[in-house]
C-alpha cells in the first residue's frame, strides 16, 4: 500500500525527483551514458541549448546527489572530466527510455499540439 503523499518520505522523493526530471538534468545524463567521461567543454557541445551557468548548476546538482562524478586533473591548465557514477548508470535506461520515447513521437506531439492551438484559438474569439 502506498505511504500518504504528507510524509517526510514522500516529499525527500518529490525532491530527488525535481533534481533528476528537470530537462537539463535528463539530457546531461542521456548525454554521459552515451559518450562515458567528457570534459566540461565537450558535455556543453553536446547538450544543446545549454548554458556554461546552467551546465554548471546542473553538474554540481548531480553531483552532490550522487549521480555524476568530478575528477579534477592537477594540470596547467586544469583538466576536470565527469561521469556518470554507479547510482547515476542505473537512470540510464529509464532517461534513455524517456528521450527516445520524444524523439519517437514528435510528430504526434506536434500534431496534438497545433490542435490544441487551433481549439484555443477559437475559444478565445468566442468568448470576446
Known amino acids: 500500500m502506498a505511504k500518504p503523499a ?16 528537470d ?7 542521456y548525454v554521459l551514458a552515451d559518450a562515458g567521461t567528457l570534459r566540461f567543454n565537450a558535455l556543453r557541445s553536446r547538450v544543446e541549448g545549454i548554458s556554461q551557468r546552467m551546465l554548471t548548476v546542473t553538474l554540481r546538482g548531480l553531483e552532490r ?9 592537477a594540470e596547467v591548465p586544469p583538466r576536470v572530466e565527469y561521469l556518470l557514477t554507479p547510482l547515476g548508470a542505473t537512470l540510464r535506461k529509464l532517461v534513455c527510455g524517456l528521450v527516445e520515447w520524444s524523439g519517437g513521437h514528435l510528430k504526434e506531439i506536434d500534431a496534438a499540439r497545433a490542435a490544441y492551438d487551433r481549439a484555443n484559438v477559437v475559444d478565445k474569439a468566442l468568448s470576446r
Do not use: F, M
Open 65 to 73: 546527489d550522487g549521480l555524476v562524478v568530478r575528477t579534477v586533473y
Open 23 to 29: 530537462k537539463w538534468s535528463v539530457y546531461v545524463i
Open 6 to 21: 504528507h510524509t517526510p518520505e514522500h516529499c525527500h522523493a518529490r525532491e530527488i525527483l525535481a533534481r533528476v526530471g
